[in-house]
C-alpha cells in the first residue's frame, strides 16, 4: 500500500495551465490551503491494477493519478484541504478486487475508491462498495453500470461505455469499410458488451455480424482460432486486452500474410502500450483502431491536450518522454484524471467534510450534466446522465498511416446515446 501526498499552494487556472504546458505544474503560493474547516487531509483510495492481466494499465494509471493528484492539490486541493491518494493492487482478480475495496475503506479510512479499469474486477468489487456505503468511481467501460446491475454507490464518470462506444462508430465502418463482419474479442463481459451491442449496431446499419470469436483471456497464442474467419468477410472486428495483445497481433498479421485479408477494424485495446513500430505489425499500416484518447497527437490538438501530455510526461508519440520504448495506454488512461477532477468537483459541490457526507457527494454526482473540455477534461467535453450514473463522450477512428495513428473520424456525444436502463436515483442507499 502507498501513500502519496503531494501538498501545493493555491494557483489560479491560468497559472497552472501555462507552467504544465512548460513541462510542470505551476510553482505553489504561500498560505496553502489557509480556508479549510478542516486541515485533515481527504483521503482518496485507488484500487489498482498493478499486476495480473492489467498490469501495463495499471502502471499508467498510477502515473496518470499521480500527475492529477499534483496539479489538484497545486489548485488547492479539495475544499481547501489537501489531498492524498492511497493506492492499493487488486491484482486484476474479482475476489481479491472485493478485500481491497474493504481494506481502503475500513483500514486506510478512505473517503471513497477509484480506478478499476477490468469489467470482472468491476463487477466482483462493486457489491462490497454498496454494503461499506461507499462511493465507488471505476474507470471500466462495461456496460454493467449503465445496464443497472450494480448499485448507486457505484458510478462511471470519466469514460464512456462500450455501448456508446460501438454504437457511435458502427455506421462509419459499415459505410466505409464493408457489412459481411467478424469479431473476435475476449470471452468475458467486455468483450460480450462488445459481441452484443456492436452486432445490433451493424444490424441497425443493414449489416451483418456473421462470425463470433471469443478468445479466453488467459490466451497467450491465438493461431488457432483465426481459421474460423469465414473467407467471406468484408471486416474483420478485433478487442483483445491484456499481455498477449502484441502476440496476438504479430499472429494475425502471420496468418493473413501477404494475401488478400479483408479490413481491418480494431479496438487500440489489442495495442495498448505496444509500439506501432513493433517488428510484425507492418501489416496494420491501412488498418483503422478505435480510440478513447489519441495516442498521436493530432494536428489540432489543443492547449488543454498539451498541457495533459506535458503533466503525465508523454510525448507526440505517446511514450514516456524519459523511454520511447515505453508506450503509454493513452486511450484509456485519461480517465483516472478526469475522475479525480470530477471527485473534486463532486465534493465541492456536496460541501463534502467527511465519511458522513459521502452520500450527499454521490448525490452530488448525480446532479451534474455537462462537462467542459478544458485541463480537466483534455479527451474533451462530455455529458453526465445522473439516472444511469454513466457518461457520454466523444470517440475517435484513427488509420495507421506510416506508422502512425491518424484520426479520421470523430464522432459527437449525440451519436453514442442510447435510451436509459436505469434509473439509479430511486433506488436505496
Not at 487556472?13 to 510553482?27: D, K, M
Not at 459505410?175 to 451493424?202: C, S, W
Not at 495498448?272 to 517488428?279: L, S
Amino acid at each position: 500500500m502507498t501513500i502519496h501526498p503531494s501538498f501545493k499552494g493555491r494557483s489560479t487556472r491560468r497559472s497552472v495551465l501555462a507552467g504544465l504546458a512548460a513541462g510542470g505544474a505551476a510553482l505553489a503560493l504561500p498560505g496553502r490551503f489557509a480556508h479549510a474547516q478542516s486541515a485533515a487531509p481527504i483521503k482518496l483510495g485507488f484500487q489498482l491494477h498493478r499486476t495480473g492481466i492489467g498490469a501495463a494499465y495499471g502502471r499508467w494509471y498510477e502515473r496518470t493519478t499521480q500527475a492529477a493528484l499534483k496539479l489538484l492539490n497545486d489548485q488547492g486541493g479539495i475544499n481547501g484541504r489537501p489531498v492524498e491518494i492511497v493506492f492499493e493492487d487488486d491484482g486484476t482478480d474479482p475476489k481479491r478486487g472485493a478485500e481491497v475495496v474493504e481494506k481502503l475503506t475500513r483500514q486506510a479510512n478512505c473517503d471513497l475508491i477509484f480506478g478499476p479499469l477490468f469489467s470482472h474486477v468491476v463487477i466482483g468489487s462493486a457489491p462490497r462498495a454498496a454494503e461499506l456505503r461507499v462511493p465507488y468511481l471505476v474507470c471500466s467501460e462495461g456496460f454493467h453500470v449503465a445496464s443497472g446491475m450494480l448499485n448507486r454507490w457505484t458510478l462511471q464518470p470519466g469514460i464512456t461505455d462500450v455501448r456508446s462506444q460501438v454504437s457511435s462508430m458502427a455506421p462509419w465502418v459499415t459505410q466505409n469499410l464493408g457489412k459481411k463482419v467478424t469479431m473476435i474479442f475476449p470471452d468475458y463481459a467486455f468483450g460480450h458488451d462488445h459481441r452484443d451491442f456492436f452486432t445490433e449496431a451493424v444490424k441497425a446499419q443493414g449489416g451483418e455480424v456473421i462470425a463470433h470469436v471469443a478468445i479466453p483471456p488467459t490466451e497467450t497464442s491465438f493461431t488457432r482460432y483465426f481459421p474460423r474467419i469465414p473467407k467471406e468477410t468484408e471486416v474483420l472486428y478485433h478487442v483483445m486486452i491484456g499481455p498477449a495483445v502484441l502476440t496476438f497481433c504479430k499472429e494475425l498479421g502471420e496468418f493473413y500474410g501477404r494475401g488478400a485479408r479483408p479490413e481491418i477494424f480494431g479496438f487500440i485495446d489489442s495495442l495498448e502500450a505496444v509500439d506501432m513500430a513493433a517488428p510484425g505489425l507492418e501489416f496494420l499500416e491501412g488498418t483503422h483502431f478505435w480510440e478513447g484518447h489519441c495516442r498521436n497527437i493530432q494536428p489540432d490538438a489543443t492547449e488543454a491536450e498539451r498541457a495533459y501530455r506535458a503533466a503525465v510526461g508523454v510525448d507526440d508519440n505517446g511514450a514516456s518522454v524519459s523511454d520511447a520504448r515505453d508506450i503509454s495506454t493513452y486511450a484509456h488512461m485519461f480517465s483516472c484524471w478526469e475522475t479525480l477532477f470530477l471527485i473534486k468537483r463532486g465534493m465541492e459541490e456536496a460541501g463534502y467534510q467527511g465519511p458522513a457526507e459521502r452520500q450527499k457527494f454521490v448525490e452530488a454526482m448525480e446532479a451534474m450534466t455537462t462537462m467542459a473540455e478544458g485541463i480537466e477534461h483534455p479527451q474533451g467535453d462530455k455529458m453526465f446522465h445522473g439516472k444511469t450514473h454513466q457518461v457520454f463522450g466523444h470517440q475517435n477512428i484513427s488509420k495507421v498511416e506510416s506508422g502512425k495513428l491518424i484520426r479520421v473520424h470523430r464522432t459527437s456525444i449525440e451519436d453514442g446515446m442510447y435510451p436509459d436502463a436505469v434509473d439509479y436515483t430511486t433506488h436505496s442507499f
